[in-house]
């Protein structure tokens, strides 16, 4: 599969504290993206990385990429309990279509 | 704001009805995607087009066909609704690069259809 592959599945923090995803795939790719879905409802789209970037950031969010490795990180800073939801990275597959992993569901109790 | 609308919210219906899940956005997009999630599987792509009455399979388009007859509308159609259907549906929009560049469109998601087939 060339799904990206999110670690940890679930990450409870405290309010506060900051929270970091990690996402590994297996193919190369031309860009990787992040999203954010709250319980029940669609995905919303965070934060776009292209290949030939390292480091993106965002508000409180900042991303890494590191191609050799295949992996990329989301850090959320400073989290606030509005901030618990899944969250799921994307890769390209080719011609405007997405992969997406499984998500890592965070917890932020207040 | 980019805004992609899914017609229900939450859908019972029996096996073997044909289903219609419709999805419209209104940014002028030309890709739409229907997708559908499952606990621990992710989300997997059912169909997708890139534009009207263009389609393409995606990673598991049996027992499902899609309709788009005009730019802003994606239909997915469930022939006739089977049990292993229970799922998310989630219809997302994006804007198109024609030729495949190397650059991805974020994608707009609707808030999805939870359909359980009885």
């Known amino acids: 599969s060339q799904q990206g592959e999110e670690d940890p599945q679930a990450l409870s923090i405290q309010e506060g504290e900051n929270a970091t995803m990690n996402c590994s795939y297996k193919t190369s790719i031309n860009n990787l993206q992040w999203y954010r879905q709250n319980s029940g409802r669609g995905l919303v789209h965070l934060i776009l990385i292209r290949s030939n970037e390292r480091e993106k950031h965002s508000g409180r969010l900042r991303v890494t990429l590191d191609t050799s490795k295949k992996s990329s990180s989301l850090l959320i800073t400073a989290s606030r309990a509005a901030d618990t939801a899944s969250y799921f990275c994307a890769t390209d597959r080719g011609a405007n279509n997405l992969f997406f992993g499984t998500g890592t569901r965070l917890t932020v109790i207040p | 704001d980019v805004k992609v609308t899914q017609s229900s919210r939450y859908l019972v219906k029996r096996t073997g009805e044909k289903v219609f899940l419709e999805c419209v956005q209104d940014?002028?997009?030309?890709?739409m995607f229907w997708y559908r999630q499952d606990p621990g599987l992710g989300l997997r792509l059912i169909y997708f087009?890139?534009?009207?009455?263009?389609?393409e399979k995606g990673d598991i388009p049996e027992g499902y066909s899609v309709s788009r007859e005009k730019k802003e509308r994606f239909s997915l159609i469930l022939e006739s609704a089977s049990t292993n259907q229970t799922s998310m549906y989630l219809c997302?929009?994006?804007f198109g690069q024609g030729a495949f560049t190397g650059y991805n469109s974020p994608l707009h998601f609707g808030n999805g259809t939870r359909l359980t087939v009885t």
């Open positions: 997302a929009s994006s």
């Open positions: 087009s890139y534009d009207v009455k263009m389609k």
């Open positions: 940014m002028d997009h030309e890709n």
